[in-house]
């Protein structure tokens, strides 16, 4: 009810006001008169005051409601006044007034009748009025200046949603046009770092390996210079990059997420608390944008089609996950269907193997939850690299850059295929990282060789061929990892990490088109298993011909028995997102579209 009465405008407290007046000039007429009522002065002031507040409190409910008993409890008291004195037919004039005033919708074709002529017909036939002309143009003149009086509100309250509306449109307007900067600047960031950033690589760790080769002086000076030159190019380069990035990607992300909750407080009208918990901690750009605009679709949806008129928002920093939590005052529903941008947010939160669950109610408000799982990196564990490419420079390239990271250690190098599988019997490393194109034993047959004697190895193809075909076809053949050359060298390590851990990553780019093609979900670019699940340590060697890990198997098997994705998440404490990445690499896998083709085929081949 206080809810209701924050939201009041003047209009509302003036109808108030004239209610309050009005039934107190009628206490005071009523207690003067006290020795002429049939009726215990107490009987009457109890009923005055139910005829005041009981219609009030049904208005704060529902204005039908308070129709009906305004013209029951208020007009009976006023047909017990004018049996003793006529003249009191005039006390009824503001309640006219006001029941003209709230009425709303269908309800004027039987309020106007009932107050204009049915209530001034009962007044006659139960007093001695001598006049009944000037009852009916008194009632009708009182309604019609009611019925006005509705209409000026209702002008008003459409205007104030016009205003509203259009507040919100600008935020919205603006916000899309930062995002839209945002991410042509990032489109633009990696199209030249992808390009530029991996040629300069490439060209200073090739002049690197040709030192030793030049003994003369000269030619050490020379190869200096063109070293420096090369590593200058290269730091102008990314001074470039960092210098075309928007302000608010630089920002923190709390302090970004505060700055669109204040913008949004500031344009919206609307109040918007903003608390932080837990210690703060550094966060991908992608985990960054996903909140921001998670928070950005949740402001906007909890006044546009909620009302609110205060919104709660609270960001979570937890040892495994980050939540981001937005809480509003608003009508809620209680069914929501999701909308583009509610889809848009669980499917960005997805692509990160996070979630976004809305829980909503009638009158209840809505409370928006984005939450994010949190990539720990464990140092302490050194993984063992083979490197496998058939171009000196490139091999040294990744050398240098891959050892940089203290938990990344380069076991071999390979020229080929065949020297990488006799070198995975001699080194036996955790990850093989090969090129696809190779002379003699390629990438794709020597995937197949090592993952047929040693499953447990992992291995990353790193290619120039931005194909989905051989994507797929690499994918088939065992392979965890498909990504590009021109990825970001701090990626790459990511990467490798989250290959060693059991997950399966393939380029953005590839992704895209190959999911698509496939009828899978996008999420399925990024694959990373819950918690410590299936460590290489924990894996066991698998015999089947589509190189399935024991946990997909396992996730197979229950899909076959028709359990949904959220039951078999449950089932086994995994997330949602988790279970429906599994599902969509073993689909991949075994080069099929959907869940049925994936049990026929797993059936065929013994695999349940």
């Known amino acids: 009810m206080f809810d209701v009465i924050k939201r009041w405008f003047w209009y509302d407290w003036l109808l108030l006001l004239i209610r309050i007046l009005s039934c107190i000039s009628l206490l005071l007429t009523e207690i003067q008169v006290r020795n002429e009522l049939t009726l215990p002065l107490t009987i009457v002031l109890f009923w005055q005051i139910a005829a005041f507040s009981i219609p009030w409190l049904a208005l704060l409910l529902n204005y039908k409601s308070y129709l009906i008993t305004e013209m029951i409890l208020f007009g009976g008291i006023v047909l017990y006044l004018v049996t003793l004195f006529p003249q009191a037919y005039l006390t009824y004039i503001v309640p006219a007034f006001l029941i003209a005033a709230n009425s709303a919708g269908k309800s004027y074709k039987w309020t106007a009748p009932i107050t204009v002529i049915g209530f001034p017909v009962l007044i006659l036939l139960f007093s001695q009025v001598d006049k009944g002309g000037v009852i009916f143009i008194n009632y009708g003149l009182a309604y019609t200046l009611g019925f006005a009086f509705h209409l000026l509100v209702v002008n008003h309250r459409q205007n104030e949603i016009i205003r509203d509306q259009n507040h919100i449109m600008k935020q919205y307007m603006s916000q899309i046009e930062r995002i839209t900067l945002l991410e042509e600047r990032n489109r633009l960031s990696k199209d030249l770092h992808d390009t530029m950033g991996h040629s300069y690589t490439t060209i200073i760790m090739g002049l690197e390996t040709l030192k030793p080769e030049l003994a003369t002086g000269a030619g050490q000076e020379k190869l200096g210079s063109l070293l420096q030159v090369a590593r200058k190019s290269m730091n102008d380069v990314r001074s470039y990059l960092h210098g075309i990035e928007s302000d608010q990607e630089s920002l923190p992300l709390v302090e970004s997420l505060k700055q669109l909750a204040e913008e949004f407080e500031e344009n919206a009208r609307v109040k918007v608390g903003f608390r932080t918990f837990g210690e703060d901690h550094p966060l991908p750009k992608q985990a960054q944008m996903v909140f921001y605009r998670c928070l950005q679709e949740s402001l906007t949806n909890a006044v546009r089609h909620g009302g609110s008129t205060e919104i709660d928002v609270s960001l979570q920093f937890e040892d495994r996950q980050t939540r981001l939590e937005i809480r509003d005052n608003g009508r809620g529903a209680d069914r929501l269907q999701d909308g583009f941008g509610l889809k848009a947010m669980k499917e960005r939160a997805l692509n990160l193997q996070g979630q976004v669950s809305v829980y909503s109610g009638s009158d209840e408000g809505t409370v928006v939850m984005c939450t994010l799982p949190r990539q720990v990196e464990q140092p302490e564990e050194v993984i063992r690299l083979l490197l496998a490419d058939d171009q000196p420079f490139i091999r040294e390239s990744l050398r240098t850059i891959l050892e940089e990271h203290k938990d990344l250690l380069v076991a071999g190098l390979a020229a080929d295929g065949q020297e990488a599988v006799e070198m995975c019997g001699t080194l036996g490393p955790d990850l093989v990282v090969m090129d696809l194109d190779m002379p003699g034993m390629d990438g794709l047959s020597a995937t197949r060789a090592i993952k047929h004697k040693w499953p447990h190895i992992r291995?990353?193809?790193?290619?120039?061929?931005?194909?989905?075909?051989?994507?797929?076809?690499?994918?088939?053949?065992?392979?965890?990892?498909?990504?590009?050359?021109?990825?970001?060298?701090?990626?790459?390590?990511?990467?490798?990490?989250?290959?060693?851990?059991?997950?399966?990553?393939?380029?953005q780019d590839i992704s895209s088109k190959l999911f698509e093609e496939a009828d899978l979900p996008a999420a399925a670019q990024f694959k990373e298993p819950a918690a410590a699940e299936e460590r290489p340590e924990e894996r066991r060697e698998t015999d089947n011909e589509y190189s399935l890990t024991p946990r997909e198997i396992e996730i197979l098997q229950l899909l076959s028995r028709g359990l949904r994705y959220k039951t078999i998440a449950a089932k086994l404490y995994l997330s949602d997102g988790t279970v429906r990445n599994y599902a969509s690499a073993v689909y991949a896998k075994l080069d099929v579209r959907n869940r049925e083709e994936a049990v026929q085929k797993a059936a065929e081949a013994g695999l349940l």
Do not use: C, N
Not at 470 to 488: C, F, H, P, Q, T
């Open 459 to 507: 291995i990353v193809i790193l290619t120039t061929f931005q194909d989905k075909e051989r994507a797929m076809e690499v994918l088939r053949s065992g392979a965890d990892g498909y990504l590009l050359k021109s990825i970001e060298p701090r990626e790459l390590a990511e990467t490798i990490r989250l290959v060693h851990r059991g997950g399966t990553m393939i380029a």
